[in-house]
């Protein structure tokens, strides 16, 4: 059945509490799979038996499925990409996977061109081109294939992508809306619609006297590239983050909800400004969290927006399906 909107989960092999065979997949119209991994040589599939019974599945319930490639430990993706013969031979690798997976497409999660992703900083030499010459590399080979990406919500990611030469290359773009305001994680909104009036980052920005990140910054600077919007999923969170823990302070969507029914201390508030949740702890604000007013609020700006649809982070993160329901329903998916 066609939809006029795509809800894609992200299923990784990360995740062993997850049975392939018994996955739900309702409400859901693609599984982007993490990961077909990019290595000096080569590419691999960390679990070939888990991918295999993901194919199975999405195959009995009539959803498509995308192999999401990403780089593995230490190997760059523009390290392989500075050469056409280098380009050809990735895409070729890439191909072969599809093929021996009957994969219905590829997501490449380069996420943030001229970046080091382990370190954080730019890369010297890195070349614009060798994005956009690597993508087209792909659709050379994936044709009648899907082909999207992964791409960055804030500006400073950006900077080495040209959108206006990437968009026809690809199916669609999967917005990364979510992990904003990494320097004060849990004190300040992650994933929020519009620039938030509460939070750390809210106060600094206020101090600035700029509005500070959002989906709708990000989507209205897609758009001025030229990304048709049809084109644009909305990434949205099915965990978050608790305030002065960093990383370390991760929280799945059931285990939020979970602290919001079973402790008093914790209580969930909205931000209007922002058209995003957050959880309090004794008035102060301590969970970044998408709830389900804040789901159904992205679900109305894609319809709204004539946007694609909503991509999550991830499905093993939501282990009930609470979110994915309510994602589903706002959408019209069943």
């Given at each position: 059945?066609?939809?006029p909107?795509?809800?894609v989960?992200?299923?990784?092999?990360r995740?062993d509490?997850?049975?392939?065979?018994?996955?739900?997949?309702?409400?859901?119209?693609?599984?982007n799979y993490?990961?077909?991994?990019?290595?000096?040589?080569?590419?691999?599939?960390?679990?070939?038996?888990f991918?295999?019974l993901?194919s199975?599945t999405?195959?009995?319930?009539?959803v498509?499925l995308?192999?999401?490639?990403q780089?593995?430990?230490?190997q760059r993706?523009?390290?392989?990409?500075?050469?056409?013969?280098?380009?050809?031979?990735?895409?070729a690798?890439?191909?072969?996977?599809?093929?021996?997976?009957?994969?219905?497409g590829?997501?490449?999660d380069?996420?943030?061109?001229?970046?080091?992703?382990?370190?954080?900083?730019?890369i010297a030499?890195f070349?614009?081109?060798?994005?956009?010459l690597f993508?087209q590399?792909?659709?050379?080979?994936?044709p009648?294939k899907?082909?999207?990406?992964?791409h960055?919500?804030?500006?400073r990611?950006?900077?080495?992508?040209?959108?206006?030469?990437?968009?026809p290359?690809?199916?669609?773009?999967?917005?990364?809306?979510?992990?904003f305001?990494?320097?004060?994680?849990?004190?300040?909104?992650?994933?929020?619609?519009y620039?938030?009036?509460?939070g750390?980052?809210?106060?600094?920005n206020?101090?600035?006297?700029?509005p500070?990140?959002?989906?709708?910054?990000?989507?209205?600077?897609?758009r001025s590239?030229?990304?048709?919007?049809?084109?644009?999923?909305i990434?949205?969170?099915?965990?978050?983050?608790?305030?002065?823990?960093?990383?370390?302070?991760?929280?799945t969507?059931?285990?939020i909800?979970?602290?919001?029914?079973?402790?008093?201390?914790?209580?969930?508030?909205?931000?209007?400004?922002?058209?995003?949740s957050?959880?309090?702890?004794?008035?102060?604000?301590?969970?970044?969290f998408?709830d389900?007013?804040?789901?159904?609020?992205?679900?109305?700006?894609?319809?709204?927006?004539?946007?694609?649809?909503?991509?999550?982070?991830?499905?093993?993160?939501?282990p009930?399906?609470?979110?994915?329901?309510?994602?589903?329903?706002?959408?019209?998916?069943?």
């Amino acid at each position: 059945m066609t939809h006029p909107y795509k809800v894609v989960s992200y299923i990784t092999d990360r995740y062993d509490e997850i049975l392939p065979e018994k996955l739900d997949l309702s409400g859901i119209t693609h599984v982007n799979y993490g990961f077909l991994f990019l290595r000096a040589d080569d590419v691999f599939v960390r679990r070939p038996e888990f991918l295999e019974l993901v194919s199975k599945t999405c195959k009995e319930q009539g959803v498509k499925l995308l192999a999401s490639l990403q780089q593995w430990g230490g190997q760059r993706f523009d390290e392989r990409c500075r050469t056409e013969e280098a380009r050809r031979t990735l895409a070729a690798q890439v191909r072969e996977v599809v093929d021996k997976y009957d994969l219905d497409g590829i997501d490449v999660d380069w996420e943030y061109p001229g970046y080091n992703l382990r370190t954080g900083e730019e890369i010297a030499d890195f070349k614009d081109e060798y994005y956009i010459l690597f993508m087209q590399a792909l659709r050379d080979v994936l044709p009648g294939k899907l082909l999207t990406i992964a791409h960055g919500g804030e500006p400073r990611y950006w900077q080495h992508t040209d959108f206006a030469s990437l968009h026809p290359i690809l199916d669609y773009i999967n917005l990364m809306g979510y992990d904003f305001n990494w320097p004060t994680l849990g004190s300040s909104h992650q994933s929020n619609l519009y620039p938030g009036s509460v939070g750390a980052a809210a106060e600094e920005n206020k101090k600035l006297g700029v509005p500070g990140l959002s989906d709708d910054a990000a989507i209205r600077y897609y758009r001025s590239q030229g990304v048709p919007a049809e084109k644009i999923n909305i990434g949205v969170p099915y965990y978050g983050y608790v305030a002065h823990q960093g990383p370390e302070g991760f929280l799945t969507y059931d285990k939020i909800l979970e602290l919001l029914e079973t402790d008093p201390h914790y209580r969930l508030e909205y931000d209007e400004a922002a058209h995003q949740s957050y959880v309090t702890k004794d008035g102060v604000f301590h969970i970044a969290f998408d709830d389900e007013r804040t789901l159904a609020e992205k679900c109305r700006y894609v319809k709204e927006n004539g946007l694609g649809g909503i991509m999550d982070w991830v499905y093993g993160h939501d282990p009930k399906g609470q979110a994915r329901k309510i994602v589903a329903r706002e959408l019209g998916i069943t």
